[in-house]
T-cell receptor
């Protein structure tokens, strides 16, 4: 099946630094990628929807200046957490929707997640 | 706005038993998708089963089947002959039948399969 990778899988950083997380669709093209945040024992909360070549659409309450999303190609989206603080510590998951024929909805595949710890 | 409700935060069953996880949703849409995702301790999200609202027949994938009641807006997951590897968090999810639309997840049910 289709594979979505995330890098790094785990990152620890100091408060005030920025961290970039990459999401790649390895064997398919994805015009749309999604970024989620998951706190321990909670559900996935959608942060933003990223479309290749255009600005991301952020969910209500998500600071777009803090969580910068770039979707530069059909196989790569990046999430940069700027000036990270301990409250940004969480599990970040991306997903990629494969390109399908017009009018149909492609399957969405999830990456393995990135654990961010901000000291 | 669409909502997904899972009323069972946690369940435990003995290995080889059958277990049913409940899910209800609210939408004004007529055409949409429903999903059950599994998240094991590795935290990798795995699609278990998918149902398209316009299909009356309930989806089945090996030991996993759903009971889709469109009028009642209910979408339960039945796991037959449960196995230890089924231990995981299970999320019910909804998506409108729109090309770039997002998946909305329920809060999840933590399922423990006991040996």
């Amino acid at each position: 099946g289709a594979v979505v990778s995330q890098h790094p899988s785990w990152v620890i950083c100091k408060s005030g630094t920025s961290v970039k997380i990459e999401c790649r669709s390895l064997d398919f093209q994805a015009t749309t990628m999604f970024w989620y945040r998951q706190f321990p024992k909670q559900s996935l909360m959608l942060m933003a929807t990223s479309n290749e070549g255009s600005k991301a659409t952020y969910e209500q309450g998500v600071e777009k200046d803090k969580f910068l999303i770039n979707h530069a190609s059909l196989t790569l989206s990046t999430l940069t957490v700027t000036s990270a603080h301990p409250e940004d510590s969480s599990f970040y998951i991306c997903s990629a929707r494969e390109v399908r024929l017009a009018g149909s909805v492609g399957t969405q595949y999830f990456g393995p997640g990135t654990r961010l710890t901000v000291l | 706005a669409q909502t997904v409700t899972q009323s069972q935060p946690e369940m435990s069953v003995q290995e080889a038993e059958t277990v049913t996880l409940s899910c209800t949703y609210d939408t004004s849409e007529n055409n949409y998708y429903l999903f059950w995702y599994k998240q094991p301790p590795s935290r990798q999200m795995i699609l278990v089963i998918r149902q398209e609202a316009y299909k009356q027949q309930n989806a089945t994938e090996n030991r996993f089947s759903v009971n889709f009641q469109k009028a009642a807006k209910s979408f339960s997951l039945k796991i037959s002959d449960s196995q230890l590897g089924d231990t995981a968090m299970y999320f019910c999810a909804f998506m409108k039948h729109v090309v770039d639309d997002k998946i909305i997840f329920g809060k999840g049910t933590r399922l423990h399969i006991l040996p």
